[in-house]
């Protein structure tokens, strides 16, 4: 958008003015044509049809519309009708009013014209800053959820080895915000004992797969902790390959898997101590667990001992 267009669009509003602001707008612009011209041939060959209103015409229609662009071409013939110049007097009248008319007409309909293109103009400047603002607005609240909840977003060009990150994979990572993405940068974090699975996931992407992985990194406080990866390898109609997708932190699921782990030992430990039979059933019956009382009562191995209908064993 260039200057000029930014003092048009200033100039034009959607709607007209009102009848009072538009017709005080054409009748000073017309008295300035007037001004002009008798400021330099004066007074006697300074009225009537003059170029110096053609500003005017031009002026009346960006301004106020083109109905008011044709009234102020009017006016200026009405003038030049009335009191004709002394350039006018000196020939033909009739050839000269209908040139002007003619030209006149024609500056009033490209001002319209160019009105009506304006005015399409600054629309569509107002609906793309909404969309833009829309946009702004979906990505900040997408941006918000996404570091609330852990999620940082990667997309690593496979062909020229390019990376971008999310604030949260630097986050989940334990890097720097300022430090450069990139599989060394993402490497160095990695657990020693994660390294060569995930060097197996970039392999994998090359070759056009993309299998979600779970791994640990080490932060520079010693902290450990766990990412799951994910992704999809895209293939663009030029032919290069990307892959993109996040990575979550999952530490607070692994310590939860840990600890339910845990307590399922300390349960099945205390249930193979005690010397009774214990078992635990499915609402439909199905026994999920027997202890190890439950299976030497029973002669069998622990699968036989889940699916055993004790109705075989009962006395006739």
Avoid at 118 to 127: A, F, I, P, Q, S
Avoid at 150 to 159: A, R, S, Y
Avoid at 172 to 191: F, K, S, T, Y
Avoid at 248 to 263: K, N
Wanted: net charge negative.
């Amino acid at each position: 958008m260039t200057r000029t267009e930014d003092r048009l669009l200033s100039l034009i509003r959607g709607e007209p003015p009102g009848f009072a602001w538009a017709l005080a707008f054409c009748a000073a612009s017309l008295a300035l044509g007037v001004l002009v011209r008798v400021a330099f041939v004066g007074l006697d060959a300074g009225l009537g049809m003059s170029i110096t209103y053609v500003p005017a015409f031009i002026a009346a229609t960006l301004y106020a519309g083109r109905r008011w662009g044709w009234a102020t071409l009017a006016a200026a013939m009405v003038l030049g009708v009335l009191w004709p110049s002394a350039f006018a007097r000196s020939g033909p009248m009739l050839p000269l009013q209908v040139m002007y008319l003619i030209s006149g007409v024609i500056t009033v309909w490209f001002s319209g014209e160019l009105r009506a293109a304006l005015v399409r103009l600054e629309e569509t400047r107002r609906h793309e800053a909404e969309i833009r603002r829309a946009l702004d607005e979906a990505e900040a609240r997408l941006r918000l959820a996404q570091e609330a909840g852990g999620v940082g977003v990667w997309d690593w060009n496979l062909e020229t080895g390019e990376t971008h990150w999310s604030s949260a994979v630097h986050r989940n990572l334990g890097l720097d915000p300022a430090e450069p993405p990139g599989v060394e940068a993402m490497m160095r974090m990695i657990h020693p004992d994660d390294q060569e699975r995930m060097r197996d996931m970039g392999r994998q992407a090359r070759n056009g797969a993309f299998e979600p992985v779970e791994y640990r990194v080490v932060r520079s406080d010693g902290s450990v902790r766990w990412l799951l990866s994910r992704g999809e390898v895209l293939e663009e109609q030029s032919g290069a390959r990307r892959a993109i997708g996040v990575n979550i932190d999952v530490t607070e699921r692994r310590r939860a898997e840990a600890e339910l782990r845990e307590s399922e030992l300390r349960f099945r430990t205390l249930a193979d101590s005690v010397p009774i039979l214990m078992w635990v059933s499915h609402p439909d019956g199905r026994r999920e667990f027997v202890n190890q009382t439950y299976v030497d009562f029973l002669g069998a191995g622990y699968e036989a001992a889940l699916s055993f209908d004790w109705r075989q064993r009962l006395h006739p």
